[in-house]
């Protein structure tokens, strides 16, 4: 036979091995190795291996796998709500007393007022609310999040998920991807590197924003800790806020799969590759390790990153909110003109505006909402959730489907600009890029809009 007769044989019998055969190898594989293992291999007492297999006999089974993988979601979540209140307050002090002092200084030196309130009512402003809300989310999330990676937890996830991905036509890694982009979907885009498969790797990048960062948190608990918590007793808010929390991310996980398989089969049609992926035994958690991981390698990194992008932003706010015609601000005859828009989409056009101007950083889209809202000429807050109430659900008409389309937007939203920019970089493609951009703004868009207008029709 010559070579060329051979590479085709040897296709045609690669077509009849079916799309499981990798997977059947493997097994065999492993069968083989326990097999010689066992006839080699004497031990005595009880090994630390032994106890491994029977905490994957629970960790990965089919039953309870899924079941405890979201338990320990939502006690994170509930750590990470309950534990950043506080910190958050005294940092929120501490800068805007710095605010007062600077621009204090600011007048005395004779500053003309527009320097003053650009420099400290609108850039440090919008510095101080970013750090303010993002730094004690972050510092408890991550270093919870690099426990789970120390222990070993977290390859038993992508375990319990690949025969979900498998069936959408995409990787099994992807799970990590995921996971890695509740910190900062940028670092969960950057980390799809871990997929070989440049077909598979796209669909991960392509749909990293259906899982929300943590940019996106203060909305959600904000949305959780005013409708769902207000709705049960005080005692079972912070849950039932972290359950609201939960139940969003699980929606994103299931957008994900959706238009993963969706992908699979149109744009980036093709076959999904096996691969093996190798339990690592637990361990111990290093102190150093989780301390470095998650404070100086992710939680400095996103922190940093939402800084250098925020001011800006705090400049286009401050600018929106304190040049006026025909006796309103720029910001809010942009917002009118949205919102017949907003309205159809169950929001409205204050809404539309902070997202527009939160493309650098979600973290500030509460803010620019009640400056808006209130008419002040800078980004403001609420003292409390009572403060908050009256200004969103007594003056401004916020109801529970504001609510419930509020979060499915901030959920299905398009990535900010450090994600966008870190497509680009990934895939040098603006055809990708685009795609990875306005797919989850249209996804946005449909969805809240069926939602508005199926709650209409059934009121």
């Known amino acids: 036979m010559s070579p060329q007769e051979v590479l085709d044989h040897a296709d045609q019998l690669r077509r009849g091995l079916g799309v499981d055969f990798r997977d059947r190898m493997v097994t ?3 069968e083989e190795s326990r097999r010689i293992a066992a006839r080699v291999v004497r031990r005595r007492g009880e090994s630390s291996w032994d106890l491994d297999q029977r905490i994957d006999r629970i960790v990965t089974s089919p039953v309870w796998g899924l079941p405890l993988m979201l338990l320990l979601l939502a006690v994170v979540f509930w750590i990470t709500i309950v534990g950043a209140n506080y910190p958050s307050e005294w940092i ?6 710095i605010e007062r002092v600077g621009a204090a200084l600011f007048e005395a030196l004779g500053a003309p007022g527009w320097l003053t309130g650009l420099v400290w009512h609108g850039v440090w402003r919008s ?3 970013v750090v303010s809300v993002m730094l004690p989310p972050m510092a ?6 690099t426990i789970l990676e120390d222990l070993g937890y977290l390859p038993r996830v992508a375990f319990n998920l690949d025969w979900l991905f498998h069936k959408a036509g995409a990787h099994g890694k992807q799970a990590l991807s995921m996971a890695m982009g509740f910190g900062c ?4 885009v950057i980390s799809t590197r871990i997929i070989d498969s440049p077909r598979e790797r796209l669909i991960a990048i392509l749909t990293n924003n259906f899982v929300p960062c943590n940019g996106r948190f203060p909305t959600l608990i904000m949305l959780g800790m005013l409708f769902v918590g207000a709705a049960v007793p005080p005692a079972l808010a912070s ?3 972290a359950g609201s929390v939960v139940a969003v991310v699980l929606i994103g996980a299931v957008f994900t799969f959706f238009v993963s398989w969706l992908l699979a089969r149109t744009v980036l049609r093709g076959q999904a590759s096996a691969f093996t992926l190798e339990l690592p035994p637990y361990r111990r958690p290093s102190v150093l390790r989780i301390l470095y991981t998650s404070l100086i390698d992710r939680t400095a990194f996103v922190l940093l990153r939402a800084v250098m992008i925020s001011a800006p932003a705090g400049a286009v706010i401050w600018i929106l909110g304190n040049i006026h015609a025909s006796g309103a601000s720029l910001a809010e005859h942009v917002a009118r003109s949205l919102d017949p828009f907003g309205r159809a989409l169950g929001l409205d056009g204050v809404i539309l505006l902070a997202y527009i101007i939160a493309i650098p950083a979600n973290e500030i889209v509460v803010p620019t909402m009640l400056m808006v809202y209130t008419g002040a000429g800078m980004m403001t ?4 959730l009572e403060e908050l109430r009256r200004i969103l659900v007594d003056a401004h008409g916020w109801s529970l489907l504001t609510a ?3 979060m499915l937007f901030s959920l299905l939203h398009n990535p900010c600009g450090t994600t966008i920019l870190t497509i680009w970089k990934e895939t040098r493609s603006a055809r990708w890029t685009a795609l990875g951009a306005l797919m989850p703004l249209g996804f946005a868009f449909l969805v809240t809009f069926l939602v508005a207008s199926a709650a209409r029709w059934l009121g």
Do not use: H, M, T
Request: glycine content about 6%; hydrophobic content about 65%; overall charge neutral.
């Open 28 to 30: 065999s594989l492993y």
């Open 404 to 406: 419930v389309c509020l």
């Open 185 to 188: 979907n940028a670092a969960g």
């Open 239 to 241: 849950v039932a806020a």
């Open 92 to 97: 929120a002090r501490l800068l805007f007393s």
């Open 381 to 384: 807050e609420a003292g409390s």
């Open 127 to 129: 510095l101080a609310w």
């Open 140 to 145: 408890i999330f991550f270093p919870l999040f």
